[in-house]
Every structure is written in structure tokens, then in C-alpha cells.
């Protein structure tokens, strides 16, 4: 079981995930604004990062289908300290709680992310567009709609960029890397320049899960996480 799960967490979820990034927009706040990005399908342009953007219906599959893949990924990475014991050492045990601890930091503000600047704006955006097409909101409070939501994306707490919500997750993502990597590495379980990639992958995830950084961050962790195994694997054999 646990290794069927550490190729669907980690090579299958990263994988879905690459190509869901791939088709993520990003630096859309500024200019346009985020409603006026947002609410239309757009072509691919090199300012806004992604392959195409297909609409407000996209954005709400999107981060629907982008949230359970996180929580698989999240899954695959406790899987990575999995068996670290007192046998490895008292450091290498208190690097793979500290990892614990941010995994499950990472999950519960991905999350969070994901249900409010993700599956409720755009469903939001859709009422807007909806109650305005049946003529049960005027121009001006379909302008007012706007102002709002594009308010709420910018909110220092809850909002889609730069806020606590949106940071934490990110650099939960980068220390759940890097605790990752402490803990194998203090417990002789793999190599340098392996978990060099593992952090490599929380580094670019704390960047932006937006193109081009989430699916390079993705592509990272499938080779970090093949890496691993196969040395394990090599190095069960040779016992």
C-alpha cells in the first residue's frame, strides 16, 4: 500500500498538477485587475505566464481539482520521514516532526487558499455574470461587484496574493522541504544533491504554485521523489 501510495502521491499528483499549472495565470493583479482578468477566457501572453486561461469556469475546476492533489501530495511527503526513529538519531526525529508539524501547516492554508481565492471567487465571479445577463444587476453594481472582489484578492489576511493565508502555505511548502531534507539527511537515508532537488521544489512552491513556477516545483518533486526511491531501493538490495 504505501507503495502504491508513494507513486500516486508523488509521481501521479505532481504529475495532474503540472499540467493544471500550466494553464494558471499569474501577475494579473495590478493590470488588468483580478475581475477584469479573471471573468473572460484569455489567450497566452508572456506578462501572464500561463499556456491559456479559459475562463472563470476554468478557474473554479482548476482549484477544485488542484486542492485534492495537494492533499495527496502533502501525503507523499510525510511519506518520505516515514520509519524515522529513534534508531536514526534525536535530530533526525526533531527535523522530521518540525517536517510534520509544516506539512500539516501546508495542507490547511493550501486549502484555505484554495475554497476562498480559488473555488469561491470563481463561482463568485460567475453570479456576478449570471444575476447581470438576467438583468438583476445594473453596470454600475457589476462595477461595484468588481471593486469588491478585486478588494477581497488583495486582502492582507485572506486575499489570493501576499497574504497570510497565502504565504504561510508557501513557506510551510519550502520548510516542509527543507525539514524533509534535514531529517534524511542527519538519519544517512539519502544523498546531498538528491535533497538538493527536494528543497529546490519547496523553494520554487513557495514562489508561486502560478506558471511557470508551480510546474517546475511539481517536476522537481517527481524527480526528487524518484530518486529517493530508487536509492532505497539499491540500497535495500545491497543488504
Known amino acids: 500500500m504505501k507503495r502504491i501510495l508513494w507513486w500516486v502521491c508523488l509521481l501521479l499528483a505532481p504529475a495532474v498538477l503540472i499540467g493544471l499549472e500550466l494553464f ?12 477584469q482578468y479573471l471573468s473572460q477566457a484569455e489567450p497566452h501572453s508572456a506578462a501572464h505566464q500561463a499556456l491559456d486561461y479559459f475562463g472563470p469556469r476554468w478557474w473554479v475546476v482548476l482549484h477544485m481539482t488542484q486542492t485534492p492533489m495537494v492533499g495527496l501530495v502533502a501525503v507523499g511527503l510525510l511519506l518520505m ?41 470563481g463561482r463568485s465571479i460567475l453570479t456576478v455574470q449570471s444575476l447581470a445577463a438576467a438583468g438583476k444587476l445594473s453596470p454600475q453594481q457589476v462595477e461595484g ?64 504554485h502560478a506558471a511557470p513556477h508551480g510546474p517546475i516545483a511539481f517536476a522537481l518533486l517527481i524527480v526528487a521523489s524518484a530518486w529517493l526511491w530508487f536509492s532505497r531501493t539499491r540500497r535495500a538490495a545491497a543488504l
Open 145 to 208: 461587484a468588481a471593486l469588491l472582489l478585486n478588494t477581497l484578492w488583495v486582502d492582507p489576511l485572506v486575499g489570493g496574493v501576499g497574504s497570510f493565508v497565502s504565504e504561510t502555505a508557501s513557506w510551510a511548502a519550502f520548510a516542509a522541504s527543507l525539514f524533509i531534507a534535514a531529517s534524511l539527511l542527519l538519519a544517512r537515508r539519502a544523498g546531498w544533491a538528491n535533497m538538493a532537488v527536494l528543497v529546490a521544489f519547496g523553494w520554487e512552491l513557495q514562489t508561486a
Open 24 to 35: 494558471h495565470p499569474a501577475n494579473f493583479t495590478a493590470h488588468p485587475g483580478m475581475y
Open 81 to 121: 520521514i516515514d520509519g524515522i526513529g529513534d534508531e536514526d538519531g534525536a535530530a533526525a526525529v526533531a527535523a522530521a516532526w518540525l517536517a510534520r508539524a509544516a506539512i500539516f501547516l501546508m495542507v490547511i492554508y493550501f486549502t484555505v487558499l484554495d475554497a476562498i481565492g480559488g473555488i469561491g471567487l
